[in-house]
């Protein structure tokens, strides 16, 4: 494994917030952040609760103190703006007044690193003690463009974005209380976005989330099986069948999978296998930004509006597992035509059984159709 | 396991409407019903085809012809009202004037039963090759009455419905391409609900859905390592907890489970425990429906809105799991506060990472407290 550091021009500086939490400037141009976060210092929220579901075996995460977050604020109220240097202006999360790319602690996480050591509590299926929860959440700002998205952004801001995600995953890795990383966008309405500043998170969790786990097993059983890793025979079943790929170029994949859940489903995938965005190696991370902004693109042109999307980095587990995950970035839609979500309900709410009411291949085609 | 027939008191009539689907009435005064499906015929869509999702071995129906659904119609356009005498007017999927409950076919099935035989299609990680899908999608009309909802029927309404579940299922697990059943309903725009006269779904899946095969799972890991029921000890410790309880009768129990996932969730589960519903015995029956209106009415109190919700049936599979998988009712509702909803975004959804923003304590003495 070979974990890179930061390229050579992208520099990174941490500062602390009134209330203690770190907030890490991204930056290409040396820029000097010295600007000191004005705002009274505020009490911390409490360390959550981890309840384990033994009807299913999962872990649920109890963070009680989210209920009151600001809903879609206009711009002059929205935290994730830079802060004015017009006194008298809101005091955002972010006390410069500029910035390329920022990642700092989530004011309300929904996970909180622990005061010790922190162990998982024993998964007895009858128990009722609860445990304690760690883990951390983190917010990061791909730009300080407030009306911007992430696909109107220049690729070298992008690569600048993926840098940022690069070296916290490396950085959080090395939390012996962290079991698995996923960065991840939320956009629009529809899927519960409260600011539509141009933003993501970083979710470190204190147990494998279950999709991981599921992943995981998959995983490791086609290993078992074939001795191969089912990442890379997806991707070359994907590329020998050819109708579901939406976009290429030298070391990137994207394509609808052959059995999407949502209608409008992408993954993107190096051609390079690695197991996490800390292997990803020079070349790759350079031909990232053209690819993630093609797809966005083709996404938002399909019906000429912007799409609502949940857009996840799935990767390996920071411990085990390294052998068989690959990185992909998953984007989901679920929108199915301009005034019609898909809602997940009973069946795929109540019994996780997803019904497609598109083919993965007339999505494919839909987005390779988009004139960009 | 004793399989019980119709009570004495319910007839159940089944007609042919017009393009071959069978619609059966549940009546308790030995009504006749002979009236006809007026409409033309209409070809019936295709059978689905079923995916492989190798990255977590799950199957993803695609059923591409049910794109086009009504969405909330008028009253005078709803098709689960009764067909009126009135000439001219619209002719419904129940062709008869007036009903109690009936089940029907649904018109654009997710699932549709097989022509001949069924087998699942080879479950292969990397496999392209598309399976044919069967199953079966049912309708249950809850009352004739467009303007009401469960709640609000009377006792002997929700007796007719929960014994015309009973009989589905007892009639639904004969088929042998039909794996699991899952009664349920859908209620309020926020889960996508596109018609809001009274009703609800069955669903009848060839395969295990997949939240099913991890309760299963879950279920005899318990019974292979404490030789007991999980949900038998699940139920013994919320009594004996106490503080999440939200209903009791002699018969059955409403709880909000321990691990709940959503900002409101109750479990319903017979004291005497049974694997699905055709093994309710007689008593039993007579008792759920004063607690299951008494559950939907606390529900809805809360804020005094009607809340939207996904209420669904989760019982043993029809073939295996069913000395240790047991017959309770989920209801789950996305509301958190009366403008605000939980949506299942980058956790939830691409991780399978529930993060509760209340208490399930708290939100079950909401429900307690609420003055019916």
């Not at 941490?14 to 890490?24: L, S, V």
């Not at 966008?185 to 279950?210: A, D, K």
């Not at 996404?299 to 390996?316: C, K, N, P, R, S």
């Amino acid at each position: 494994m070979s974990v890179a550091k930061l390229p050579a021009d992208i520099t990174r500086t941490d500062r602390q917030m009134a209330d203690g939490r770190t907030i890490r400037y991204y930056d290409t141009k040396g820029q000097r952040r010295q600007a000191q976060d004005q705002r009274p210092a505020e009490a911390q929220p409490q360390i959550g609760e981890l309840r384990y579901d033994a009807l299913v075996g999962e872990w649920v995460a109890v963070a009680s103190h989210r209920q009151n977050r600001i809903f879609l604020p206009p711009k002059e109220l929205c935290p994730l703006c830079p802060t004015s240097e017009n006194p008298g202006e809101l005091l955002t999360e972010i006390p410069e007044s500029d910035f390329e790319v920022v990642v700092f602690d989530n004011r309300g996480p929904s996970f909180r690193p622990p005061v010790g050591d922190f162990e998982l509590p024993e998964a007895l299926s009858t128990q009722t003690a609860a445990g304690e929860s760690a883990g951390k959440c983190e917010v990061i700002c791909f730009a300080a463009d407030h009306g911007k998205s992430l696909k109107d952004l220049a690729p070298s801001q992008v690569r600048v974005i993926l840098e940022a995600w690069k070296d916290r995953v490396r950085e959080l890795s090395k939390e012996s209380y962290i079991a698995h990383i996923a960065p991840f966008e939320n956009r629009g309405e529809e899927v519960g976005v409260t600011l539509t500043h141009p933003h993501g998170q970083i979710y470190s969790y204190p147990f494998l989330p279950p999709r991981v786990e599921k992943m995981l097993a998959a995983a490791q059983e086609h290993k078992d099986r074939t001795g191969r890793v089912l990442l890379d025979d997806v991707v070359a079943r994907e590329i020998k069948d050819g109708e579901r790929i939406v976009a290429r170029n030298n070391h990137w994949i994207a394509f609808v999978p052959y059995a999407a859940r949502y209608p409008f489903e992408i993954h993107v995938a190096p051609l390079k296998p690695v197991a996490d965005l800390a292997e990803l190696d020079e070349v790759a991370s350079a031909a990232f930004p053209e690819i993630a902004l093609e797809v966005l693109n083709r996404l938002d042109g399909v019906f000429g509006i912007e799409m609502a999307y949940i857009a996840t980095w799935h990767q390996a587990p920071v411990r085990v597992g390294r052998d068989v995950m690959r990185l992909h970035w998953q984007i989901t839609s679920v929108r199915r035509q301009p005034g019609k979500l898909k809602y997940l309900a009973g069946s795929e709410s109540a019994m996780g059984a997803f019904i497609m009411d598109l083919k993965p291949e007339q999505s494919a085609t839909q987005l390779r159709e988009v004139k960009l």
